[in-house]
């Protein structure tokens, strides 16, 4: 097992997965997704930390935590993606891979989803595959934390 953590954040609104608009975002609940990752990682040799809150300031705080504490991000920043500065900067600031993902495609729906501070930060970017996005993502940390030493099939 790597010692430090996956940190898996979600922005604001991903609390109500399950019942929000689920012809868009899926009937899975964050709950499931948590579960679905932490399984997905520990095939890996890697464990996750999982959060959620709808406050900006405190995603910056937990990537910022992520510097010294996580050895990758996965980061959906729900509607902050769209506006925030401060993820980007956040993002820029810490060396470990962070790996954006969208449940949705952004691409797809209204134009002012179509730009993302995070993706001009992000190590890579997984969108429009819903919950699985969130392992795919752990498949990606994985292959760039433990590059070809484990994980590769
Ligand atoms: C989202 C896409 C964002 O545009 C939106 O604001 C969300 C969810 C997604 O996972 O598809 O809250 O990040």
């Known amino acids: 097992m790597t010692a430090k953590p996956v940190f898996v954040l979600n922005g604001p609104t991903l609390n109500l997965l399950g019942t929000r608009e689920p012809e868009i975002y899926g009937t899975t609940t964050l709950d499931d997704i948590n579960a679905m990752t932490a ?16 406050r900006e300031g405190e995603l910056v705080d937990w990537l ?3 510097r010294e504490r996580a050895c990758g991000v996965i980061l959906n920043g729900g509607a902050y993606t769209h506006t925030s500065i401060a993820l980007y900067d956040a993002i820029k600031a810490i060396k470990v891979p962070v790996i954006e993902v969208h449940l949705s495609n952004p ?7 179509h730009h993302s501070y995070v993706s001009h930060a992000a190590t ?6 819903r919950a699985q996005g969130y ?4 498949d990606g940390i994985a292959a760039l934390v433990l590059g070809g030493k484990k994980g590769k099939t």
């Open 124 to 129: 890579g970017v997984i969108c429009g595959l």
């Open 39 to 54: 399984a997905r990682a520990k095939t890996h040799g890697l464990s996750v930390d999982f959060r959620q809150t709808n």
């Open 64 to 66: 910022i935590e992520a």
């Open 135 to 138: 392992e795919f993502a752990v």
């Open 107 to 113: 691409y797809a729906r209204e134009p002012f989803r």
